[in-house]
């Protein structure tokens, strides 16, 4: 089992930087490597979509057409931690942002059913 937290969402004007943390533990431990990492976000009344994802074998990170060219998705394996760093926010990025870990990762890494695990969370508001 693999325990995802989300940290670092909050209040943010048009234009601000938001840096999301997602700390990852339970059987992480020397596997961090092993795994495939996503940051997916939901607005109210849409659906979950795909924001940003990084492979296990160390191929260049992906990204929604939307966040390209603003949020960079990065990974520690020393400190488990998962980081999605956003600027230039606007406000259309309003949603609740969730980090997920998938075993592996070697399906396609924008479709969220294929991850395993997922954490609870957080809210990021950008106003106009």
């Known amino acids: 089992q693999v325990q995802l937290v989300e940290s670092g969402g909050g209040l943010a004007q048009d234009g601000d930087s938001l840096r999301l943390s997602c700390a990852a533990s339970?059987?992480?431990?020397?596997?961090?490597?092993?795994?495939?990492w996503g940051w997916f976000r939901q607005a109210p009344g849409k659906e979950r979509e795909f924001v940003a994802a990084?492979?296990?074998?160390?191929?260049?990170?992906i990204y929604a057409d939307s966040v390209k060219g603003r949020f960079a998705i990065s990974g520690d394996s020393a400190r488990n931690m998962i980081y999605l760093e956003m600027n230039n926010l606007k406000p259309e990025d309003t949603a609740v942002y969730y980090c997920?870990?998938?075993?592996?990762?070697?399906?396609?890494?924008?479709?969220?059913?294929?991850?395993?695990?997922w954490g609870q969370g957080t809210q990021v508001t950008v106003s106009s």
């Open positions: 339970g059987r992480t431990y020397s596997t961090f490597s092993r795994y495939s």
């Open positions: 990084i492979r296990w074998s160390g191929d260049a990170p």
């Open positions: 997920a870990a998938m075993i592996k990762g070697l399906q396609d890494l924008t479709i969220g059913r294929l991850y395993h695990y």
